[in-house]
């Protein structure tokens, strides 16, 4: 009796080792891997095959890299379609001119920048303003009838005025009297007149006296007025003076 427990457990020991016996543990199937049995390795049915995702390609920048499309198991995360590399593109260069500074503004030197994300490659340096190159406006003189100017200056480059010239009245004349020419027998005589000492335009202008009549003449010399013929010499005056100074 005791060798027949003996075998019966001995077949059920084997039977242990080797099998599950009663029941299998079968683990669900994966991506894979049908179901299996955790003990025996028993498989049932087919794996469920993976289940795809799109991994969306990244675009490179000009510093960046980017990333071709690629695809992996949503499931299992195992990746069906690797991503690649792609190469940064690079700056596209585009060129910043040059700013020529003026009297008054700055400048700016050349530089650079890139036209597809912006960036500055070379910056641009200011360059001061040049400042103004002052040239003398000469003063000029007033005159009698014309107004003068203060000396000024402005620049040379741009013309902008620095120092403004002011109106400096004109001077007004500066009268002289002509004095008046008595006429006589034989020669014409002049009004009293005038004229300006500084530029000698004539401000009064002398008009021509005639010559004396005979009888004008005589009346000059001999200081009558219609009172005698003054043939006597008690004014000083002899006949043949009279007589020469009137006919010469």
């Given amino acids: 009796m005791k060798r027949l427990f003996a075998v019966v457990l001995v077949l059920v020991l084997a039977l242990g080792l080797s099998g599950c016996c009663l029941k299998h543990d079968m683990q669900p199937a994966t991506c894979t891997e049908p179901s299996t049995c955790s003990k025996c390795g028993k498989t049932e049915g087919e794996p469920l095959g993976h289940t795809e995702e799109v991994d969306a390609a990244v675009e490179p920048t000009c510093t960046e890299t980017g990333l071709t499309e690629g695809k992996h198991c949503s499931v299992c995360g195992e990746v069906l379609v690797e991503q690649e590399v792609v190469d940064a593109l690079g700056h596209t260069e585009e060129i910043d001119e040059a700013v020529e500074p003026t009297c008054t ?3 700016l030197t050349e530089g650079s920048h890139c036209e597809v994300c912006g960036e500055v490659l070379v910056a641009q340096e200011e360059v001061e303003a040049l400042g103004h190159t002052a040239v ?50 034989t020669e014409t005589g002049l009004t009293e007149g005038s004229h300006c000492l500084v530029c000698g335009e004539v401000l009064v202008e002398q008009e021509v006296v005639p010559k004396l009549s005979v009888w004008d003449a005589w009346l000059n010399i001999t200081g009558l007025e219609n009172n005698g013929l003054g043939l006597d010499d008690s004014d000083g005056h002899s006949f043949g003076s009279i007589f020469q100074t009137l006919f010469g």
């Fill in 136 to 185: 003398v406006d000469e003063a000029v003189a007033p005159t009698c009838t014309e107004t003068g100017l203060t000396e000024g200056s402005h620049c040379s480059v741009c013309g902008e005025v620095l120092v403004a010239q002011e109106v400096v009245d004109a001077l007004g004349h500066t009268a002289v009297i002509d004095e008046a020419v008595e006429p006589t027998r």
């Fill in 105 to 107: 503004e700055t400048g």
